[in-house]
Nanobody
Framework: VQLVESGGGLVQPGGSLRLSCAAS????????MGWYRQAPGKQRELVAQ???????IYTDSVKGRFTISRDNDKNTAYLQMNSLKSEDTAVYYC??????????????WGQGTQVTVSS
């Protein structure tokens, strides 16, 4: 299963961006769709995750500012990021798990998209 991310870029503090992650391949079902980020010199961290049952989790630093959503018909996840701060600057990675044909589990990572928050 391949993931293609888009939507990163340069934005001023207080601005907004929306990331997209489209999954393709022999997908049978998708369980969790999530976004991670990695800033220079730091470990990769979970930003937000959405399960097939629609339960979501967010890291504390983005609660109230970021919203994760998914379109199951398009196998696509989104991350709406509002009120961006300089500390949100990182490479953002999409992560998806589920089952692919004939019936084996998969876990895939996207290539990463750079988000830079700076004036």
């Amino acid at each position: 299963v391949q993931l293609v991310e888009s939507g990163g870029g340069l934005v001023q503090p207080g601005g907004s961006l929306r990331l997209s992650c489209a999954a393709s391949g022999s997908i049978l079902s998708i369980n969790r769709m999530g976004w991670y980020r990695q800033a220079p010199g730091k470990q990769r961290e979970l930003v937000a995750q959405l399960s097939s049952g629609r339960s979501s989790i967010y890291t504390d630093s983005v609660k109230g500012r970021f919203t994760i959503s998914r379109d199951n018909d398009k196998n696509t996840a989104y991350l709406q990021m509002n009120s961006l701060k300089s500390e949100d600057t990182a490479v953002y990675y999409c992560n998806v798990d589920g089952f692919e044909l004939p019936s084996r589990p998969f876990g895939s990572w996207g290539q990463g998209t750079q988000v830079t928050v700076s004036s």
